[in-house]
Structures are given as C-alpha cells and as structure tokens.
C-alpha cells in the first residue's frame, strides 16, 4: 500500500466540451442538468447515435505563425487554452520557476488521427500526400503536446500518456512523480480529444455505442455516446484552495476491452489513491463516476461502489452532460470534481431515469448542495487501464 503524499496545490484549471467554454458554462450546466448531447451531425454519413461535440471548433482559426499546426484536435486545443484566463496563469508560472522547470502531461487517445484520415482521402495517383498534408508532426500521436508545448513556451520534461478513457487522468499521478522527485517545480496537465471517423464507426463496431442520448447506470442503458472536450489544469507545491490529495493506477490485465468482472483493477487504483490521499472511504463527498452507460463498466463500478462506500455518498457519472471524451474525459472529470468543491455542488445523472437495481444508493440522478470536502474521480479505460484521483479542500479555501 503506497505512503500518504504531500498534497500539491491546483492553481489554475478549465475545461471546454459539449455544454460550452469555460468553467462557467460547465457549472451552469451542472446546476441545472442540462444535457450537450445532441443527434449525430459529424461527418458526410453520420451513424445514427448522439454526440457531444463542441461548438465553434471549424471556426476557429490557429495564428499565422501556428498554422503549421491546423487540424480539429490541436485547434479544440487552442480555443480550450483561451478560457478562464489559463494561458495567462501559465505564463505566470512560467515567469517564477523558468520555461524548462514546468513539466506538460498531456492525455489523448486518437490526437489529430482526424486530419490524417482526410489526408488518405487526398493521395494522389502515386499515392502521396498532398503537399499541404505533408506535416509528420501533425500526424503523430505526440501532435498535442507539442503543439501544446510551443503555445505556452514550456520547455520541461513533455509527455503523451496514450492508455484509452483512463489517459488524462494518469497525467496527475505522473506530474505528482515528476515535482516530487524535483525534476521540476510545476506542471501543466490536460487533455484534448476530438471527434473523428476513427472514433465513432471503432466504437460502433465493438457494439458500444448508443442511438439514443446516453444513460448511465439506468437500467435500461444501451451504450455510450461519444464526446470532444479539451481541459488543462496547472499543477504545483504547496498547500492551496484546491489540492491534489492522491492517486491510484492500476492495471486489469484481463481483456481489450471489458473490464475485471470483480473489478480487481479498479479496486486497486481505489484502495492506492485513498492511501496517498490518507482518507477513508467515508471521507469521500463525492464521487465522479467513470459511468459511461456500458453493460460492463457500469455493472462493475456500480457494485465497487455500492460495496465500499455509505449509503450517504453522493456519486453520479456527467457523461451525459459531456459524451464520453475519451482521452479528454479525466480532465473534464477533475475539472467537475474541482468545481464540486469550489461551489458546492454535487451533479446529478442527466437522462438517466431507472437506476438499475443491482446498484446501491450512492448514485444519484439530481444535483445536491453543500460543503465538499473530498472528491474521488474514476477513469477506467480499455485494456484495464484504471486510475482513481482524490481531490480536496485545501486550508487557503
């Protein structure tokens, strides 16, 4: 069992997905279960299923001296940096520890894969990319963070954690491993994943997506709904409002793409992140749910949950606000968690309307009010990658 760790404080986050830019546009959302999923418009044959897909995103335009770096994935980047002021805030920290002393940790599970399948629809007869397609660093799973990386000016360690629906969130427990360790005094965290064929037919073809608005945990659920959103979050020492109390990752090992029957795994990245955050599970307000509206995954975390934790905590998945976002969901999920305890406020289960009575009574289909302390965040990915995030109250609150 791993030791308790020094929190580390969380001085700037935003996130920007299907319910609109900013932290503002999400907690509006939360606060009054409003729903961004909407009937599938991607592509020239959309599969019949609801998306969340983000507003704005073929209208922006990356700066001249940027352009080089065009395509959907880097540009939901770019527009999700614009909000609550973060581009600014790293540009502080930049300015007090020095460009190589802040690390950037990055998730993403299909990175810019989009503008390469329009490339392969552009060969020419000797089946060579156009000229203007000819960008290996755009067509490169690693295309986000440098792009990432050139836009704030950062030159510390620059990683790309690529483990499916469980990557943007791991990238807290390696920017927790890197500060410790003093390789680096901060670090900026994140995640950006858009919309693309790859995508939406993949995941059709595993039978996991829905025709309908997606329903976690309801007894009646038929699948996931897939999602864009871009979130980032700057991490560094010392005590603040907000903190990064602990973390958990672990690692199934038991199938491509359905998870521990038991959920040993994700029991295991539970029991590690409460041990680093040095709480029990009755200090737990909040839970974020991984509930992505898949027969397994809910049936799974919904017994972890309804066997570990009080009937008294309140838990519920937002991915019915958002769409499943893939390697973007942990950080849009932190930023949930870190907007619970700022304001208050616990969301509820959008669309949802019969839970599935195998489940217990912590999941919760309305939003609730009042102190959070401590959250818990679960991400849980394919091939059994799991991590589970505890998040609290710091004493500058």
């Known amino acids: 069992m791993p030791s308790r760790i020094p929190p580390l404080k969380i001085s700037a986050y935003t996130a920007t997905s299907a319910v609109g830019s900013g932290k503002e546009s999400l907690a509006t959302a939360l606060e009054s279960s409003r729903s961004g999923l909407r009937p599938n418009d991607f592509g020239d044959a959309p599969l019949d299923t609801w998306i969340g897909r983000v507003e704005g995103v073929e209208e922006v335009r990356l700066p001249e001296a940027l352009a080089h770096w065009d395509c959907r994935n880097n540009r939901l980047a770019w527009l999700g940096l614009q909000a609550d002021g973060f581009e ?36 020419d007869a000797e089946g060579h990319f156009p000229a203007d397609q000819r960008r290996p660093e755009v067509h490169t799973p690693h295309s986000l963070t440098m792009f990432v990386q050139e836009v704030l000016g950062l030159e510390g360690p620059c990683e790309t954690i690529s483990t499916a629906c469980s990557s943007s969130a791991k990238v807290f427990a390696s920017a927790e491993r890197l500060i410790r360790l003093g390789l680096v005094d901060a670090a900026v965290v994140g995640g950006v994943d858009t919309l693309c064929g790859s995508v939406l037919f993949g995941f059709n073809s595993l039978e996991l997506v829905s025709n309908q608005p997606c329903r976690p945990f309801d007894a009646a659920r038929g699948g996931i709904s897939l999602g864009e959103a871009a979130g980032f979050a700057l991490l560094e020492r010392g005590a603040g409002a907000l903190e990064l109390l602990g973390y958990g990752e672990a690692s199934d090992a038991h199938h491509m793409s359905t998870p521990h029957p038991e959920g040993l795994g994700a029991e295991r990245a539970l029991n590690d992140a409460l041990a680093r955050a040095g709480l029990g599970t009755d200090a737990i307000d909040y839970i974020n749910m991984h509930g992505t509206a898949s027969m397994k995954n809910d049936e799974v975390e919904g017994a972890l949950v309804g066997r570990r934790f009080p009937a008294t905590t309140h838990a519920s998945s937002t991915k019915g606000f958002t769409g499943h976002t893939l390697g973007a969901a942990g950080i849009v999920e932190a930023v949930i968690s870190l907007l ?58």
């Open 88 to 123: 600014q805030a790293v540009a502080a920290a930049r300015e007090k520890y020095g460009a190589s002393r802040i690390a950037l940790i990055l998730g993403t599970s299909t990175s810019s894969i989009g503008e390469t399948e329009l490339a392969y629809t552009q060969l």
């Open 340 to 397: 619970a305890i700022e304001r208050g406020l616990k969301p509820g289960t959008v669309n949802t309307t019969v839970i599935d009575p195998d489940f217990g009574p912590q999941i919760r289909l309305r939003p609730a009010h009042g102190e959070v302390r401590y959250v818990l965040s679960n991400s849980f990915g394919f091939g059994g990658n799991n991590c589970s995030l505890v998040f609290g109250k710091g004493a500058a609150a």
